[in-house]
């Protein structure tokens, strides 16, 4: 049973840092590439930034490149979200996914797994 399960979620002010880790279990961590997505109330589900299998490329949404960080360990099978000089508009629930095998895509519907996500509230 596959399992995703993200924490690190919180209440911020903007321009604070928060910094998200998702846990995986019970699949190859290490030949799936791994991605963060956020969902805002009334909005649809957006990419934050995804890293290939051995975290050596990465990519990221517009609204946070150069703001956030994606980093994984393979040995303790855990994708982390580093989170810097938040703003507002970043309030949303934040969801780690697990690519399917092979494919390095930013498109929802090529991931597999879903944490059950946690939020995360920057206030102005």
């Known amino acids: 049973q596959v399992q995703l399960v993200e924490s ?3 209440l911020v002010q903007a321009g ?3 910094r998200l880790s998702c846990a995986a279990s019970g699949l190859t961590f290490s030949s799936r590439a791994m ?3 956020r969902q805002a109330p009334g909005k649809e589900r957006e990419f ?3 890293i290939s299998m051995t975290g050596g490329i990465t990519n990221y949404g517009d609204s946070v490149n150069g703001r956030f960080t ?3 360990d393979n040995a303790k099978n855990t994708v982390y979200l580093q989170m810097n000089s ?3 508009e970043d309030t949303a629930v934040y969801y780690c996914a697990a690519s ?5 895509t930013a498109r929802i519907r090529d991931y597999d797994y879903w944490g ?5 509230t920057v206030s102005s």
């Open 8 to 10: 690190g979620g919180g």
């Open 16 to 18: 604070g840092s928060l």
């Open 35 to 37: 991605g963060w997505f």
């Open 48 to 50: 934050v930034a995804q």
């Open 70 to 72: 994606i980093s994984r």
């Open 86 to 88: 938040l703003k507002p």
């Open 100 to 104: 399917r095998r092979g494919a390095y």
């Open 116 to 120: 059950q996500g946690t939020q995360v």
